[in-house]
């Protein structure tokens, strides 16, 4: 998969790209190791630029190195988690929905609708931008409707809303659930 023109596929024509991502064989492997595991690294290290050479205020300090490094690492590590448990989630809430499991066509929504809030993660940089990201994440619920839409998890038109409804609370229970994970990994490394 050749990754640059994708991720300007998905996120400049989404309802045209979901359809040839609907007919592309894929693997679990290829998806995660190819798409996911780059695009989730530039949150990451863009938050670590950030946190050891841009000027924190009102703090007037930076991160010292290893608390950087580590706070990248954990949420890299964690946007990973998260995109496959929203996966396997959206697999195995399928039949309550008339739809059919498919944990590499439940991975295509997830890896997929992730990429706008991965690209955006080149904004981390700059303290106060990640507010964007979060705006660009909003584009990703789209994204992934068009997704659910196409229908990747052959979905029956009138059960896509609530499907996907069910799927994006469930994934901001992650996230929360995440970050609060997060927020004690970092109180950790701030007493080492």
Known sequence: MD????????????????????????TVAELFTGYAMILAAIPAVFQFLGNIFVLR??????????????????????????VYLFALIINELAPN???AKNMTNALKLSVYSMTPG???GV??????????????????????YLG?????????KDKVAGYMAVSVV??????VVFWILGGIF???????
Not at 148 to 156: L, Q
Not at 170 to 175: G, H, N, R, W
Not at 186 to 192: C, D, E, G, P, S
């Open 3 to 26: 990754i640059i023109p994708r991720v300007q596929a998905v996120l400049l024509k989404p309802k045209e790209e979901w359809v040839k991502i609907k007919a592309e064989p894929s």
């Open 57 to 82: 205020l009102p703090m007037g300090a930076r991160f010292p190195l290893g608390r950087a490094l580590g706070s990248a690492i954990v949420s890299y590590i964690f946007a990973l988690v998260t």
């Open 97 to 99: 929905f008339g739809s």
């Open 118 to 120: 991965w690209v955006a």
């Open 123 to 144: 904004l981390y940089i700059i303290p106060g931008l990640w507010i964007v990201g979060i705006m660009a994440s909003l584009y990703g619920l789209y994204i992934l």
């Open 148 to 156: 659910f839409d196409t229908p990747m998890m052959e979905t029956p």
């Open 170 to 175: 469930v994934v901001i229970v992650l996230y």
């Open 186 to 192: 970092a109180v950790r490394y701030a007493r080492i």
